[in-house]
């Protein structure tokens, strides 16, 4: 089976061209490739196959073997997987997810993706929730980028412990299908330095629909502009909260690791 590995700031995962066949059962496929010691190593799996709604369809598999609805690095990298490897060659892409259809903007040098801009759609911001940590409360804002993120302001996102606060957050009836954890320091009106605890994987480099998220959670509170760069520990995307459409529009590499045969 070929596989391709693929990062975008450091969130990488293990693609599949599974436009003509699909292998079985993929949740366990996704746990073993996913292993960093006895797999090829990744944040999850992503699965390129047909679709009848769009130019094609990806379906995203956490570490753990749990599917999620949407990736905002992996979609990018969607993008360059199909127009690199010739399964489409243009440079606007439709990609069908379990978050709705999603469109994708190349940008190409020497005839190879470098980088992607991604409509993620409208956020929906919804009613702040409280954590107790240690005895403070903690408000959190849940935002939905197709997938569900709950986002914590915090003074000083590097130093804050992170692998604490994310356990806290479940089990919640607000989150019945779990959470991404987001921390998010805003360094001034238009950078935010953010932390992501991603479900089914744990604390990622980055994370684009978590940085999407944070993006809205602290314009709809007046902390940032609506555009803002998002520093993660994997690097820097660019994200904006359109006025005009209501949707927010992420713009970030994507990067081929290397290609291989998986023996199973």
């Not at 806290?168 to 299908?177: E, S």
Request: net charge negative.
């Amino acid at each position: 089976m070929r596989f391709t590995k693929m990062q975008g700031l450091g969130n990488d995962y293990v693609y599949l061209d599974c436009t003509k066949a699909v292998p079985p059962n993929l949740p366990e496929l996704a746990v073993k490739l996913s292993d960093r010691h006895f797999g090829v190593g990744s944040d999850g799996l992503i699965c390129v196959l047909r679709s009848e709604k769009a130019d094609v369809r990806m379906r995203m598999f956490n570490a753990d073997g749990s599917e999620g609805e949407m990736c905002g690095n992996g979609i990018r990298c969607v993008g360059k997987f199909v127009y690199d490897t010739g399964l489409i060659r243009k440079e606007t892409v439709a990609v069908e997810t379990l978050a709705g259809v999603k469109q994708i903007s190349l940008s190409l040098q020497a005839g190879k993706v470098q980088s992607v801009t991604v409509d993620m759609g409208a956020p929906q911001l919804e009613e702040a929730c409280e954590i107790s940590r240690k005895g403070t409360l903690m408000k959190g804002l849940p935002v939905s980028m197709g997938n569900p993120h709950v986002v914590f302001f915090v003074d000083n996102a590097r130093e804050f412990a992170l692998p604490e606060l994310a356990p806290l957050a479940l089990p919640n009836p607000a989150f019945p299908k779990g959470v991404n954890v987001e921390i998010a320091e805003v360094l001034d009106a238009a950078h935010i330095r953010v932390r992501v605890w991603e479900r089914g994987s744990g604390e990622t480099l980055a994370c684009g629909t978590g940085a999407c998220a944070v993006l809205a959670a602290a314009a709809s509170e007046g902390r940032t502009e609506r555009a803002a760069t998002v520093c993660l520990p994997g690097g820097e995307l660019s994200v904006r909260w359109d006025e005009s459409d209501g949707h927010i529009y992420m713009t970030g590499p994507a990067v081929t690791v290397f290609e291989g045969d998986w023996p199973d």
